[in-house]
């Protein structure tokens, strides 16, 4: 018999990267809805730190709302048509066309579609710490508004955390809790009411950062 150390049983039952991204294409392909409680965070070279969290709900195809509870009352909203912002502080509603959007959470978007690593993402760097593994792809255009993605997915293949670094060195990262499949949503989810009173303003969205 021969015996093999721990540490290389480990390595040997390490999956492999491909093994992995498809392992979570699997996770997420499937379900026509889904919802997550999320924590995101907001850093920038020269900027403090915003830490603002709420819930996450998507409808595939193209339908995302973010619903912050901090900050109250602010609300990030695609219709499969527009993308619609609005924060009581900003005083007014910012409205633009969804492929024109080039807010950072843009590649959160692929879970509205169908997932597919290769056909969106390069140049992937892999490691496996504590039984979690983490993956980082550069997006396939240059013309992105991001530079890298980095996901932290669970041996269920779950994206537990998701960190996007912008064109000007800003991070903005994710963290996902409460992951549900196909949930059924009430109906008008997904259109946007403009708060009496308060102006919507068309805008080429160059700001990732809300």
């Given amino acids: 018999?021969?015996?093999?150390?721990?540490?290389?049983?480990?390595?040997?039952?390490?999956?492999?990267?491909?093994?992995?991204?498809r392992g979570v294409e699997r996770r997420y392909n499937p379900p026509k809805t889904m919802q997550f409680l999320f924590q995101q965070s907001y850093s920038g070279p020269g900027r403090l730190t915003r830490v603002e969290s709420g819930e996450l709900t998507l409808s595939k195809?193209?339908?995302?709302?973010?619903?912050?509870?901090?900050?109250?009352?602010?609300v990030f909203l695609t219709d499969g048509t527009h993308a619609w912002f609005f924060s009581p502080s900003a005083g007014r509603v910012e409205r633009s066309k969804t492929k024109e959007s080039a807010d950072l959470r843009a590649p959160l978007a692929f879970l509205m579609g169908k997932l597919d690593f290769q056909r969106d993402f390069r140049e992937f760097?892999?490691?496996?710490?504590n039984g979690e593994f983490h993956v980082i792809a550069a997006p396939k255009s240059?013309?992105?508004?991001?530079?890298?993605?980095?996901?932290?997915?669970?041996?269920?293949?779950?994206?537990?955390e998701l960190a996007v670094t912008g064109q000007d060195k800003s991070v903005m990262r994710?963290?996902?809790?409460?992951?549900?499949?196909n949930v059924k949503l009430?109906?008008?989810q997904f259109v946007f009411h403009p708060p009496a009173g308060v102006p919507v303003v068309d805008v080429n969205d160059e700001d990732g950062a809300r």
């Fill in 174 to 181: 994710f963290r996902f809790t409460l992951e549900k499949s």
């Fill in 186 to 188: 009430p109906a008008g």
């Fill in 142 to 160: 240059d013309k992105s508004p991001y530079t890298s993605v980095e996901f932290y997915v669970t041996p269920e293949f779950a994206i537990r």
């Fill in 61 to 74: 195809p193209g339908k995302m709302k973010w619903d912050y509870t901090i900050p109250a009352g602010k």
């Fill in 1 to 21: 018999m021969i015996l093999i150390p721990l540490v290389a049983q480990a390595v040997l039952c390490q999956p492999a990267l491909q093994d992995v991204l």
């Fill in 125 to 129: 760097r892999y490691t496996v710490n």
